[in-house]
């Protein structure tokens, strides 16, 4: 059976720092302050894993930042307010992150006149964690976390640059840090826009997407294509004919001429009473002489007096058309000059 070996101590100084207990209240205090122990790596992987799962990557990564950073301002302004030398704040820093595990830390270059300073991590427990969990490079919870530190102790928004990655160049991590307009609220904000432009560009795809469905779809029922009987086809147009579709039309219809062998090609202008222009003229003229090149007449029906009004007042000449009030007489003229007739 395993032996444990319990001390009975309720204040200890390691390094010069003071820890005590209070287990009758459920205390742990350093210097003197409220704290926490017992973040082993495994939980707070599960910790860093959680954030990724719920907020994504990208997220992840600003939440980590954000969260060191304004952590590290807390300890920045700490050690401030003890109105210490920058070049003891360098050295108990490092002793006091040591002492709660987070890995050797160097601080150099650390200077009041030009806000900058230059930090060196090997083994810290963001490097253990990354490890866990497969990651390429170093997660940013520590740069962001030593930012605010050197912000709240040297006065001056201070952000970090990626000099070394333990994990990509091994033996550790090095960050150094000057002023920059960089911040955190920044940073939310850019992930926020970034965020919604991606919903903005999805949303547009979407929409071109259901757009382009929607036109070809008008495109297949807005003037199809229908063989009535063998040799006899007709042509519905409804609506208001552009460039473009006019141009399918008549690319569709010379297209399926040959296919259903049409030797009449009925056109229904019924549907087009309320959308009579120029345009629409030409459009039959168009699609009635292109049909004749490939050997089928053209037959209109469903002329309103509008329709014929335009069209007496162009170049089109109707009398080179067979023209009838109805469709049903339309047809009944295409099968009468095969030698058919309906019973």
Known sequence: MKEYNIIHKDHINVGGLDFSWNLER????????????????????SFFDTIEEVSGKEAAKVVLETTGYRQGIVVGEYFQGLKM?????????????ASAGWGKIEISHLNQEDYTATVK?????????????????????????????FSG?????????????????????EYKFAPSDITIEENIHDLARKSESEKILKLESM???????????????????????????VVPLLGKYDENRSEDLITKTLNNLP??????LVIDLTGLHQYIS?????????LASAASLIGTETILVGISPKLA???????????????????????????????????
């Open 207 to 233: 929409v071109e997407e259901r757009t382009q469905d929607l036109t070809e779809l008008v495109k297949e029922i807005s003037s199809p294509i229908i063989p009535v009987l063998e040799g006899v086809v």
């Open 259 to 264: 296919k259903h062998k049409a030797d009449y």
């Open 309 to 343: 009004q335009e069209i007496t007042g162009t170049d089109m000449q109707l009398s080179r058309f067979s023209c009838f009030s109805t469709l049903k007489h339309g047809i009944y003229y295409a099968i009468g000059q095969q030698g058919r007739q309906i019973y």
């Open 153 to 173: 102790l040297l006065g001056k928004n201070v952000w970090f640059s990626v000099e070394r990655d333990q994990i990509k160049q091994g033996d550790y991590c």
């Open 85 to 97: 030398p920058l070049e003891d704040v360098a050295k108990a820093i490092p002793a006091t992150y």
């Open 278 to 286: 120029q345009f629409t003229v030409e459009l039959l003229s168009k």
């Open 26 to 45: 459920g205390l742990f205090q350093f210097e003197g302050d409220d704290a926490v122990l017992f973040w082993i790596t495994s939980a707070m992987k």
């Open 121 to 149: 991590l090997k083994d810290s427990w963001e490097y253990k964690i990354n490890l866990a969990q497969g990651k390429e490079k170093m997660t940013t919870f520590l740069a962001g976390h030593f930012s605010g530190i």
